[in-house]
């Protein structure tokens, strides 16, 4: 069987295609690498104006993002609080010391109660005494005005509505005035911490828009000042890809450069806050010491800038470079 060769026309055709390829890929990343020198050149050129436009996106971009980084902290102590729920009952005034043995003994005989301890008024009168710093003033009392308590500690595995629903069962009893849930706070505080996170991301949904609306404003006013080149190179059989991306470089510029300033705020008002926060927590004994962006954070905030830079770009350049043609 005798075999075909290939001619050496169809390899030279062959190696002309692949060759073509590589031609208008080198040159595509070339026309990259010009649009992002020329685009940046363009932005430093005007020093005073881009750095309104930086300020005014990194501000935009701080804002949420340093209140997002506060409701972190907050959310740090709180959980350094999460310690299990404790019922107090306060009992009333007149509970007799067999009343109250009583009631210590049926809590203790609960499944659904681990642990409880009887603190009687005079206990309860002294540790304030030593916690609050105020002997001098309790010392001149005429009267204990603290009333006797048990601490109820529930069974580690009841849910939130089982300990609220023991918590009414135990303040039904004759003996005990008043039953008060201790973590009822730190619901709250989580409640309340919720709600601020829900209003930085609309917050920050809205600042987000304003970038965008900012950044395209900019780049309009970048087409509108190059109509003619524009125009020139359509002509020339420019497409309106070649056009788009020095303008897509520029946003992108713009963008980094308010992502930047973004983190530069955040850090400084970071470093402001620091002393006097650690101080505080000297006061209270406590270990806590601010947490700040950390080099991921910022370099995410940066890639935001930009990721928003390009966007306000392609949609500036979207709509207003369709309009310019050659007549």
């Known amino acids: ?23 208008q890929l080198a040159a595509w990343l070339q026309h990259h690498r010009l649009s992002a020198a020329d685009s940046l050149m363009r932005v430093i050129e005007s020093p005073a104006a881009s750095l309104l436009t930086w300020l005014v996106i990194g ?8 209140l997002n980084v506060a409701l972190d902290n907050v959310s740090q102590v709180s959980n350094g609080w ?8 306060f009992l009333q005034d007149g509970a007799a010391d067999d009343a109250v043995r009583e009631l210590e003994a049926e809590l203790a005989a609960r499944q659904d109660v681990t642990a409880s301890r009887f603190i009687s008024r005079e206990e309860a009168l002294e540790e304030f005494r030593e916690l609050s710093g105020f002997a001098d003033v309790l010392a001149n009392l005429e009267e204990n005005p603290l009333p006797n308590l048990v601490l109820v500690t529930p069974e580690a595995t009841l849910d939130e509505p089982a300990v609220l629903a023991l918590r009414a069962e135990l303040e039904e009893h004759s003996d005990i005035a008043e039953a008060v849930l201790d973590m009822e706070w730190l619901q709250r505080l989580n409640t309340l911490m919720e709600l601020s996170r829900r209003i930085v991301l609309a917050v920050g949904g809205m600042l987000v828009i304003g970038v965008l609306l900012i950044l395209g404003n900019t780049i309009r006013l970048a087409i509108e000042s190059r109509r003619d080149e524009i125009v020139i190179v359509k002509l020339v059989g420019g497409s309106n890809g070649f056009v788009r991306r020095p303008f897509l470089y520029t946003g992108l510029w713009y963008g980094v450069g308010g992502g930047v ?7 400084g008002a970071l470093w402001f806050l620091e002393e006097p926060i650690a101080n ?23 890639i935001l800038g930009g990721l928003l ?10 709509r207003h470079l369709v309009h310019i043609e050659p007549q």
């Open 1 to 23: 069987m005798i075999r075909r060769r290939e001619t050496p026309k169809r390899k030279q055709s062959t190696r002309s295609s692949r060759t073509g390829v590589l031609n």
């Open 59 to 66: 501000i935009a971009l701080a804002l949420p993002v340093g």
């Open 82 to 89: 999460d310690s299990p729920a404790q019922i107090s009952l």
């Open 261 to 267: 300033l973004a983190a530069i705020l955040v850090s």
């Open 280 to 302: 505080l927590a000297l006061l209270y004994e406590s270990a806590f010491y601010l947490s700040g962006l950390g080099v991921m954070g910022a370099l995410n905030l940066v």
């Open 309 to 318: 830079g390009l966007g306000g770009a392609w949609l500036a350049v979207s």
